[in-house]
C-alpha cells in the first residue's frame, strides 16, 4: 500500500518531524534537494544550461538548494526569486545566502535567454487560489520554453496544481519530470494534475514511519510488486466450491457479449464456478462460447423457485451488464436483492435500473449491512445522484462519497482515474493501473467480473474492489502492449487478466 496525502496532511507530516522528531526543516530541505538532482542525474547530463525558477516559500527554497548542487556539479545555472526576498522563508532565506556566499547572482527578473532545463520551484503543494498577475505570465514564458525543447522538473509538483485535486489554478506548468517528496500527492495523481505531472518520481527525505501509523493518509494506492500479497490465497486442496461460486444475472436479447465478458472475467479472477441467468435466446451462444459456465436461461420471466435455489447456492451476486431496463429485468433484480443476503456487484443496467426504482432504493437503503459494491461510470453515478455533469467535474470525490454515504455501500467510481471509496471508511483507493485504449465497449462488465470473483473468494467487497480496479487496468496495460491502444477490445483485457496474475 502506497500513500497519498493531501496537502494538509503533508504539512502535519513535515511539522511533526520537525517539531516533536526534532530534524530541522533545512535537512530535510537539503535531504530533497539531493534526491532531485539524483533523478536528474539519471535522466540528463548535468551539463547543461539551467534556469531555477523559484518562490519565496520553501518549495523555492527546495529548488535554490537543488539548482546549486547542480552548479557545483558543472550545470550553468541561472537563478530567479519571484517575490520578494522579505518576504522569503526563513529557510529560503538561508539558501539565499548560501547561494550568494558561493558567488553566484540571483535574478529578480527573467532574462530572454534560452535554457537546457527549468527547475519549477514557484508553488508547492499550498496554493490555495488561482494564479493571477506576474507569476500566471511567468508560468506560460516556462510553458513556452518547454515548447522550444527545454526540460522542465518540477519540485514536488507542478506549480499551479491543486495539490488536493489535481485541478489547474488558473495556469499551470507542464513538467517532464516530477519530484515528490515522502509520498504522492493527489494531485499527481488526479486529471488533470497527472498529465501536467510528466514521469512522477516519489523519493523519501526522511519522514519516519512512526507519523504515518499514528496520523494514516486518507487515500493510498498499490504498486505491482505487492499485488501478489493481496490476492487471495489458494489452497492446495481445495476445489471448485473452495473458490467462491458467483450467480450473474446478465444479458438480454441481443445483448449476450456483456454477459460472456463478464462472466469470463469472474472466472480468470479465480472464482471456482459461475451461474449465468439469462434470456433463453442466449442459451447457445453461451454454451458454445463458455462451457465452463452453468446457466439458468429463462424466456419471459425466470423461474422463481429455480432462481431462488440459486441465489442459495452462490456466494455472490453480480448484476446488471447487459440486462436492459425492462419490466423483467426489475423483477428479477428485485427478487436477486430480496431473496438472498449474499455480497452483490452492480453495475451498468442494475445502476440504472436503480436510479429510476424507488422501490430498489429503498430495497438497497434497508441492507446497509450487507456488502454491495455499486461500480458506476461519470453517467450512472450522476443519475443515481440525480446531478449534472459539471457538478460530478466541480465536485468529484465529494459526489463519490455521498453515493457512498447515502446506500451504505462500497462505490467503485469508474473513470480516467478510478477511486473506490466505502461506507465507514476514512481512506479512498486512487488508481495509478489502466490507459485510455480501456475506454472501450464491455470493459466495465469485464471490471464487475473481476471484483465478483473476488470476493467469491473471501475477499472483503472494498479490498476486492480497490484490487479489481488494479487487476484490471494492470490487464489493460497488458492488452494495449499487444494491441495498441488503439486496438484494445474488452475481451483482451480479460485475456490478459490471468497473466499479469501470473506476473505478480
Request: aromatic content about 4%.
Amino acid at each position: 500500500m502506497v500513500r497519498v496525502v493531501k496537502s494538509d496532511e503533508m504539512k502535519a507530516y513535515d511539522k511533526d518531524t520537525i517539531q516533536k522528531i526534532g530534524i530541522p526543516s533545512l535537512v530535510l530541505m537539503e535531504r530533497a534537494a539531493l534526491v532531485t538532482v539524483d533523478e536528474i542525474e539519471k535522466c540528463r547530463r548535468i551539463e547543461e544550461k539551467v534556469l531555477v525558477v523559484a518562490g519565496n516559500g520553501n518549495n523555492g527554497g527546495d529548488g535554490l538548494a537543488i539548482g546549486r548542487i547542480l552548479a557545483l556539479k558543472g550545470a550553468e545555472v541561472t537563478f530567479l526569486l519571484a517575490g520578494s526576498r522579505e518576504k522569503a522563508t526563513q529557510e529560503t532565506s538561508t539558501q539565499i545566502r548560501i547561494i550568494e556566499n558561493l558567488g553566484f547572482s540571483i535574478q529578480s527578473k527573467l532574462e530572454n535567454e534560452e535554457y537546457d532545463m527549468v527547475i519549477d520551484a514557484l508553488f508547492g503543494i499550498g496554493l490555495s487560489r488561482n494564479v493571477e498577475g506576474t507569476y500566471l505570465a511567468l508560468i506560460e514564458e516556462l510553458n513556452r520554453m518547454k515548447d522550444r525543447g527545454a526540460y522542465i522538473c518540477s519540485v514536488d509538483i507542478p506549480s499551479g496544481i491543486c495539490a488536493d485535486t489535481g485541478k489547474i489554478m488558473g495556469c499551470a506548468v507542464k513538467a517532464d519530470l516530477t519530484v515528490s517528496y515522502a509520498y504522492a500527492k493527489r494531485g499527481h495523481l488526479l486529471y488533470p494534475g497527472k498529465t501536467y505531472t510528466g514521469i512522477l518520481k516519489v523519493r523519501d527525505i526522511g519522514i519516519p514511519e512512526q507519523l504515518n501509523v499514528s496520523c494514516p493518509a486518507t487515500a493510498f494506492t498499490y504498486e505491482k510488486q505487492e499485488i501478489n500479497q493481496l490476492l487471495p490465497k489458494r489452497r492446495a486442496d481445495g476445489n471448485k466450491g473452495t473458490f467462491g461460486k458467483v450467480i450473474l444475472f446478465a444479458g438480454s436479447c441481443d445483448m449476450c457479449g456483456a454477459c460472456l465478458i463478464c462472466a469470463e472475467s469472474i472466472m480468470r479472477a479465480g472464482a471456482g464456478m459461475v451461474k449465468i441467468v439469462s434470456p433463453v435466446c442466449n442459451r447457445e451462444v453461451i454454451q458454445r462460447a463458455l462451457p465452463e459456465a452453468m446457466l439458468l436461461s429463462y424466456e419471459g420471466q425466470a423461474d422463481e423457485a429455480e432462481l431462488m435455489k440459486s441465489l442459495q447456492w452462490a456466494d455472490v451476486l453480480v448484476a446488471g451488464p447487459g440486462i436492459g431496463t425492462r419490466e423483467e429485468s426489475l423483477k428479477i433484480l428485485r427478487t436477486c436483492l430480496e431473496s438472498s443476503k449474499i455480497p452483490a456487484v452492480l453495475d451498468a443496467d442494475a445502476l440504472n435500473l436503480l436510479s429510476e426504482n424507488a422501490g430498489l432504493q429503498k430495497l438497497i437503503l434497508e441492507q446497509k449491512e450487507r456488502q454491495i459494491v455499486l461500480t458506476p461510470h461519470p453517467g450512472e453515478l450522476t443519475r443515481l445522484l440525480q446531478m449534472d455533469m459539471e457538478q460530478y467535474r466541480n465536485n468529484r470525490e465529494e459526489m463519490i462519497k455521498m453515493l457512498v454515504e447515502r446506500y451504505g455501500c462500497i462505490v467503485a467510481a469508474k473513470d480516467a482515474v478510478t477511486i473506490v471509496a466505502a461506507a465507514g471508511k476514512e481512506q479512498i483507493y486512487i488508481n495509478t493501473s489502466g490507459n485510455d485504449g480501456m475506454a472501450t465497449a464491455g470493459s466495465g462488465d469485464a471490471l464487475a467480473g473481476i471484483i465478483g470473483g473476488l470476493i467469491a473468494q473471501r475477499m472483503e467487497g472494498f479490498e476486492a474492489a480497490a484490487l479489481g480496479v488494479f487487476l484490471h487496468g494492470l490487464a489493460g496495460e497488458a492488452a494495449a502492449e499487444r494491441n495498441s491502444k488503439y486496438g484494445v477490445m474488452a475481451t483482451d483485457i480479460v485475456k490478459e487478466l490471468p497473466l499479469v496474475m501470473n506476473q505478480l
